[in-house]
């Protein structure tokens, strides 16, 4: 994949001109997602908080934007339609706009809410803070991640957990074989998370 990310990127000679990055940084730097000093360039917490939660999506693809040029180039020779590029792209932000605003709004989330007490620690009495990826004390190692086998953990699941020492039925965990299921998770002798599992409830 990044082999052949590099050959696009080659071939076409890049993305952007030099006037397009001057701008792109500009306005990362008006955003607080960078700050630049001196000669230096640093990404803030915020920066970081956006990169993680969009490193999925297309849009931060440099491969999409070199294959759209790597089109245009199409169209240029005489080989590609302008009709099938504006088409794909159509449909592409048609993509975009169902699910960007969903994963920033997450992000916006983890930025405000870094740092909030949601409980006390089990093993030593301490604060629990949300933090970016997980759910942790302030003082020792206790931990419970914000995702666990592809089920986001929320922060009220998490309260519920710290309270009770186990949370109500959670549906949509996805097991390393991709089987869907259903659990609760509770806090185990060593405050570890763990599995509960329901007999006779099956996952939809
Ligand atoms: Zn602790």
């Known amino acids: 994949m990044k082999l052949r990310r590099k050959k696009i990127l080659k071939a076409i000679e890049g993305i952007g001109t030099e006037a397009t990055r001057a701008n792109i940084l500009e306005t990362l730097k008006r955003q607080e997602y960078i700050e630049v000093n001196a000669s230096q360039i640093r990404v803030t917490d915020k920066g970081c908080v956006l990169c993680e939660n969009i490193k999925d999506v297309e849009i931060s693809s440099a491969e999409m934007t070199a294959k759209w040029e790597g089109y245009l180039k199409k169209i240029h020779d005489g080989t590609g339609t302008q009709a099938a590029f504006l088409g794909s792209i159509q ?56 995702k666990i086998l592809n089920k986001k953990i929320s922060r009220t699941m998490c309260v ?45």
């Not at 093993?123 to 206790?142: P, Y």
């Not at 020492?165 to 089987?179: D, E, M, P, Q, V």
């Open 91 to 146: 449909r592409f932000i048609e993509h975009l706009i169902a699910v960007v605003p969903q994963q920033l709004a997450t992000a916006q989330i983890d930025v405000t809410a870094e740092s909030q007490a949601i409980g006390t620690c089990p093993t030593c009495g301490k604060a629990v803070l949300e933090k970016f990826k997980v759910f942790g004390c302030e003082s020792c190692d206790f931990v419970i991640f914000k």
């Open 160 to 204: 519920k957990l710290l309270k009770t020492r186990k949370t109500n039925l959670l549906k949509g965990f996805i097991s390393k074989n991709g089987k869907k299921f259903n659990a609760s998770l509770r806090l185990d002798d060593e405050n570890k998370v763990a599995f509960k599992f329901i007999p006779f409830t099956k996952a939809k």
